[in-house]
């Protein structure tokens, strides 16, 4: 097995949201986000838990900073909070927090580390949801206000762009399954948000293009290849379905591929395109963004709402309870490196919840996700050997916080967090990392 060598500029970076991190719900003029409406719904997260505190790093991200320096990272990818510098969604900026993110990238550059913004982490301006969220087209028109308020007043000091994180989640978990904010269950209503999340992305691009700005931009997905749990045909055109629904609606139209008719044939939908919209959203991008966690297998179920199921897999699972399958990110990427054309990527996510436990000497002994790390890194270092133009990766997450609709029981951090007290502690993972960023990856041989 070889050693864990990586090249000189390859980017190793950790990784936040600002709803899950930052907390101070109610700081220095931020208005309310769908997620803040969301936790106050009776059973729609753990124990009724929100971020309205998370691990309040709005107040510590020196300390934080320091932290991610100590371990060797070169890069932070942090969300910025669209209710934090529109508090409406659309109409007037407000300083603070425009001021909060000077402040944030300025320490990060005095740090020697590079900034990483994403535009929209699902902190969605409650007063845009009013109007009918991203299933209305004025969503993605307010966001590229919104977009444009970022790049002119940040642009100086981001280094990376990334429009959205995981429209996936947006549009599915937010409006078909209901188990993200807004908490809708609608078809059309998804379909809907679908292309109006493709369309912010677009009329993001188009403005950044059009201001000369010169740091990359791009968008993270969360692809989701499922492999056919056998080799029946059925099981085979389940897959091809799934991949279709659940990532080619928003792949495709990025790279000029319009969307697969087997998703609107098979489920009677459309979505909602006006004339001009497929060229807007098809935008040059300088690189896109790969969050992945694992593969699931998928067989075809008559009696499901899709015409497919997931499916048993015999390989060890999380604290999430999905598989870790390491060599489900080297086919997603394969297939992505033909489908891009070789354009640039970053593992923009790739992380291990567990069930971690604080030791009386302040050491957290993680081996289960030393090992996912370990294995997904070698999967890394497989793609950089097949000349994948693979530039960095960003582990999740830099601390343990706020897991959505899991509230604060699930620990995906490198870093735990006493909740009760806000303390810090590296775990063992994050020595491991550590290493591996210093050029000791050999030390696992």
């Known amino acids: 097995m070889g050693c864990l060598e990586f090249p000189e500029d390859f980017v190793w970076g950790c990784a936040t949201s600002s709803y899950q991190v930052e907390g101070a719900v109610d700081a220095d003029g931020r208005g309310t986000s769908i997620w803040d409406t969301f936790c106050k719904i009776p059973g729609a997260v753990y124990a009724g838990e929100s971020g309205s505190v998370a691990v309040d790093q709005y107040h510590r991200y020196v300390e934080d900073i320091d932290l991610m320096r100590s371990l060797g990272f070169r890069s932070y990818r942090f969300s910025i909070a669209w209710p934090r510098i529109i508090p409406d969604g659309r109409g007037g900026v407000n300083d603070k927090g425009i001021a909060y993110y000077r402040n944030l990238c300025e320490a ?3 740090a020697g580390m590079t900034a990483v913004a994403t535009l929209y982490h699902w902190d969605l301006p409650q007063s845009l949801e009013d109007e009918g969220g991203w ?23 981001v280094d990376q762009w990334i429009t959205l994180n ?10 078909l399954h209901g188990i993200h904010a807004p908490g809708k269950k ?19 691009v188009k403005a950044y293009r059009s201001k000369g700005l010169s740091a990359p931009i791009g968008i993270t997905w969360n692809p989701q290849a499922p492999r ?18 659940e990532t080619e609606v928003f792949i495709n139209p990025v790279f000029g591929l319009g969307y697969p008719e087997v998703v609107t044939d098979a489920l009677g939908v459309s979505f909602p395109v006006v004339l001009g919209d497929m060229e807007l959203i098809s935008q040059k991008i300088d690189f896109y963004g790969v969050n992945y966690y694992h593969e699931w297998p998928v067989a075809r179920d008559a009696n499901s709402r899709f015409g497919y199921r ?23 990427i394969l297939w992505l490196d033909e489908l891009s054309g070789k354009l640039p990527v970053y593992i923009t996510e790739n992380g291990c919840a567990c069930e971690d436990r604080l030791e009386p000497d302040g050491r957290i002994h993680d081996e289960q996700r030393i090992s996912y790390f370990e294995r997904h890194f070698r999967v890394c270092k497989d793609l950089l050997d097949s000349e994948v133009p693979l530039k960095g990766y960003f582990a999740w997450s830099l601390l343990d ?6 509230g604060y029981s699930k620990r995906f951090g490198i870093v735990y967090v006493d909740y009760a007290t806000l303390r810090r502690f590296p775990k063992d993972s994050a020595y491991f990392i550590r290493d591996v960023i210093a050029g000791y990856g050999d030390c696992t041989c």
């Open 108 to 110: 990060l550059h005095r």
């Open 135 to 157: 299933t209305v087209r004025s969503t993605a028109e307010a966001f590229g206000r919104y977009a444009e308020v970022c790049f002119d007043m940040l642009g100086d000091v």
């Open 166 to 175: 995981e429209p996936f989640c947006s549009a599915y978990l937010g409006y």
């Open 186 to 204: 609608d078809l059309s209503s998804a379909m809907n948000a679908v292309h109006h999340l493709n369309l912010a992305h677009g009329i993001a």
């Open 228 to 245: 056919p749990a056998t080799l029946d045909p059925d099981d085979l055109q389940a897959a091809k379905f799934a991949r279709a629904f």
């Open 310 to 332: 997931t499916m048993p897999t015999w390989q060890e699972t999380q604290d999430m309870g999905w598989p870790i399958v390491p060599q489900g990110l080297r086919r997603i």
């Open 401 to 406: 916080n706020f897991e959505w609709n899991y």
